[in-house]
């Protein structure tokens, strides 16, 4: 046991936990966008769908707390590895250089802390209702929580779609860069397969045209209230 400890208390350890954790937030990310892609298919699916994910309280407490566990793993490991990297180099460089990082890979640790502040600011939205009450758990014909009607209301205000439209372009950036890091680190990136270098950018595109579709369909009034 004490070999494991050493382990997870090495860089090494860390990266590996930072990777293996990157690729579960990056999973469920997907899973919760393709869910929100039924906004296409209109109230009824939509809300059978909301109202399915809410029915199973078995799955959905446990997953919730799984997630939480997963992200705060996550950012305590982060956390560790800019420590230990400074402690492998308390003296700073005279002048800093980046040759190859980018935008996002310089500014993973700043984008990791807006996308936790959006994290609570989108479940106290649509999950526990303190953004917009006036639409929260309103019913639908069928006696269900109107879930279709709290989207649409939300981005029909261009405010609202304007904080989620730089969000989500964060957090597209930031699991983008992180898909190319984990990859590295579990050894899923060779000259051998040159189009694993392509996993990263194809993740952002995907990602962010996914979770921005339905949004920008409120605006533009493709997705509507019915009767509208």
């Keep these: 046991m004490s070999w ?3 382990y997870v208390r090495s860089s090494v350890g860390a990266k590996t936990i930072m990777a293996v954790t990157g690729l579960l937030m990056v999973l469920f990310a997907i899973v919760h966008m393709i869910g929100h892609l039924q906004m296409f298919g209109g109230q009824d699916m939509y809300n059978a769908y909301a109202s399915f994910l809410q029915s199973l309280w078995e799955v959905k407490w446990p ?5 939480i566990a997963v992200f705060v793993i996550h950012l305590v490991s982060a956390i560790r590895l800019v420590m230990m990297n400074r402690a492998a180099r308390p003296v700073k460089y005279a002048k800093y250089t980046p040759a190859r990082s980018t935008i996002a890979g310089r500014t993973m640790a700043l ?8 994290v609570f600011f989108h479940l106290a939205h649509f999950t526990f209702g303190g953004v917009q009450p006036e639409y929260f758990h309103l019913p639908d014909g069928h006696g269900r929580h109107d879930a279709y009607t709290m989207f649409v ?14 969000a989500i372009l964060l957090l597209s950036m930031h699991l983008a860069h992180g898909a190319s890091s984990w990859m590295q680190t579990l050894g899923l990136r060779h000259p051998k397969y040159p189009w694993t270098d392509k996993v990263g ?3 952002m595109v995907i990602l962010f045209i996914g979770y921005m579709a339905p949004p920008t369909a409120v605006l533009l009034n ?3 209230l019915p009767g509208a």
Excluded: E
């Excluded at 997953?63 to 997630?67: D, M, P, S, V």
């Excluded at 984008?111 to 959006?118: D, Q």
């Excluded at 209301?153 to 730089?166: C, D, H, L, S």
């Design 4 to 6: 494991f400890v050493g």
């Design 63 to 67: 997953t919730r707390a799984g997630l």
């Design 111 to 118: 984008t990791g802390l807006v996308i936790l502040a959006f």
């Design 153 to 166: 209301r939300a981005f029909q205000n261009p405010a609202m779609y304007g904080i989620y439209f730089a």
């Design 201 to 203: 950018p194809a993740l």
């Design 222 to 224: 493709v997705i509507k």
